[in-house]
């Protein structure tokens, strides 16, 4: 089944530990995002890939970093979570030609106190 | 750069009525996609609109393109309670950037 596959679905932790959510694909899918989503401003893109060593910033980086060492995996860190990095999470993907429909993961909750 | 609006941000439908939600971008797009997302689910692709004036159905749901490639709207025909989640539009120019979305519940 093709499917997008996020770890954990949900996570709390405390300012400061550093975590990573994991994302992967089965698409063979060139290109890969994360997005926050928060109450009222819908879906912002924090960084995206369009190939494997290839990322960049999205509108809302600031706090977090992405790698993209193999096509199927994107994970998301976060060095040091701070409490307005509590928010859901999306891993999405999809063929990355010209705006192709995104498939998204389960989504991850992350709350940090 | 590029920003997409949509509006209403919630919609409360009496089961069986009709209700549309919009989407106006600052520029023009090359296409325009629309993505479901029920409570407590992920966001689901449900279509994709490319053409100038573009119109597509989707059994109650029919999806519109504007002429001028700004603008999309989002139509629901006798709106039952499997209708309920978030309705998000996203435009796409040189990238793909979402609306607010439109949560929408239903009155029995």
């Known amino acids: 089944e093709a499917q997008v596959t996020q770890n954990p679905r949900y996570l709390i932790t405390v300012t400061g530990k550093k975590l990573t959510v994991t994302c992967s694909q089965n698409?063979?899918?060139?290109?890969m995002s994360w997005y926050r989503q928060d109450p009222g401003l819908g879906l912002r893109q924090i960084y995206y890939s369009m190939n494997v060593e290839v990322t960049d910033k999205g509108d809302v980086p600031e706090g977090y970093k992405v790698s993209r060492k193999e096509k199927r995996n994107f994970p998301l860190i976060l060095e040091s979570p701070s409490p307005n990095q509590t928010s859901l999470y999306f891993c999405a993907s999809s063929l990355g030609q010209g705006g192709s429909p995104l498939h998204f993961g389960n989504g991850t909750r992350l709350t940090v106190t | 750069g590029q920003q997409v609006m949509q509006i209403p941000q919630y919609q409360h439908v009496q089961e069986g009525e009709d209700f549309t939600t919009y989407c106006n971008s600052s520029?023009?797009?090359?296409?325009i996609q629309w993505y479901k997302q029920r409570p407590g689910g992920h966001p689901v692709f449900l279509i994709q609109l490319v053409k100038s004036g573009e119109v597509k159905k989707q059994k109650r749901l029919t999806f519109q393109f504007g002429e001028a490639k700004k603008n999309s709207s989002l139509h629901i025909t006798a709106t039952q309670t499997t209708d309920v989640g978030t309705y998000f539009c996203?435009?796409?120019?040189?990238?793909?950037?979402f609306g607010a979305g439109t949560t929408v519940t239903v009155r029995a």
């Open positions: 996203a435009g796409y120019d040189y990238k793909l950037s």
């Open positions: 520029t023009t797009l090359s296409n």
């Open positions: 698409m063979n899918h060139e290109y």
